[in-house]
């Protein structure tokens, strides 16, 4: 890296060592942050973004950008949903600037050079927020989904964005980039990249995309989901009563109730009987009522790392 090097004998400061000074240190602070991103802007700390109805606020922090890291004071300004958030850098003059020089000029020198949250004007010089990488120094990768546990109102504010100690991070609710995994469990997807990688399990059936909602907490039965079975019919049994006149030999005499019957004749050869249902029934029933096919859970948050 650039050094410079003043020699025993005394050495007249001149403007050229200030500047190679300064530039040393912009190659040590690029050298190290690119160790760890390859992204050219990177956000080093805080600088997270909030909604509450009209109005948005970014918190302080750091970021890196063209070989510069720039402090973000934090701040607010009204919310525009047709635009997007733009990092701009502003210059302020710092005292005891400005100087007057022995030709007689009166120059700035010495300035501050920070970033502020807002949205696009041509006269800004910067980038816009989505362009930058947020690094993490904690091991977790920028976009990383993780579970976890504590108390949400507290380290996350109203739009999902983490607060103190979860700054870099959002819950999954389907704000601030986050995909919306409220009721969801988490499932493997079948459509990633899988060369050299063995067959796919002969448990799985389906295909599954990346970033898609599957299934459904409940489901109601029809036909065509019940098995290919016989149902036995319940049969208690049944009869008939059947009252028929008895042949008999009268003589020629005809005794109440009966038809005249001739001697030597025998009564009805054909009669009917009366109506009666058999009692037979094939047991059926059911609501069509859902019922809820997930196996006991636990709860947690799911949050990812911005």
């Known amino acids: ?60 922090g750091f970021v890196y950008w063209s070989g510069e890291i720039f402090r ?40 501050d050079r920070t970033m502020s949250v807002g949205y696009y004007d041509i006269s800004y010089q910067g980038e816009y927020y989505t362009n930058f990488t947020r690094i993490s120094l904690d091991g977790v990768k920028s976009l990383s989904i993780i579970e976890w546990f504590g108390n949400i109102t ?47 399990n002969a448990k799985i059936n389906n295909s599954y995309d990346n970033i898609t909602a599957y299934g459904s907490e409940s489901v109601t039965l029809t ?33 109440a109730g009966f038809d005249q019957i001739q001697p030597g004749s025998f009564g009805p050869t054909s009669f009917s009987t009366g109506e009666s249902t058999t009692g037979i029934t094939v047991p059926l029933g059911g609501t069509d009522a859902p019922f809820q096919i997930i196996p006991p859970v636990f709860t947690v948050v799911k949050i990812m790392k911005l």
């Open 72 to 111: 973000v004071p934090g701040g607010t300004f009204t919310y525009d949903p047709t635009k997007n958030y733009f990092l701009y850098i502003v210059t302020t003059t710092l005292a005891p600037s400005p100087e007057t020089y022995a030709d007689g000029a009166v120059l700035i020198a010495h300035v």
């Open 223 to 255: 036909q065509a989901n019940l098995p290919n079975v016989t149902l036995e019919p319940e049969d208690p049994g049944h009869s008939h009563i059947e009252q028929v006149a008895t042949a008999i030999n009268t003589g020629g005499r005809n005794p």
């Open 1 to 60: 890296m650039k050094q410079f090097i003043p020699q025993i004998g005394g050495h007249p400061l001149k403007n050229d060592d200030l500047v190679l000074i300064q530039n040393s240190y912009k190659e040590l602070f690029g050298s190290v942050l690119s160790s760890i991103n390859s992204a050219t802007n990177l956000i080093l700390s805080g600088v997270s973004i909030s909604v509450v109805t009209t109005t948005v606020t970014y918190t302080s």
């Open 154 to 200: 507290v380290s996350f504010d109203n739009t999902g964005l983490g607060l103190g100690d979860m700054l870099g991070y959002a819950i999954c609710n389907g704000n601030n980039g986050t995909p919306d995994m409220r009721g969801f469990l988490s499932l493997m997807p079948t459509n990633v990249p899988n060369t050299g990688a063995p067959a796919l």
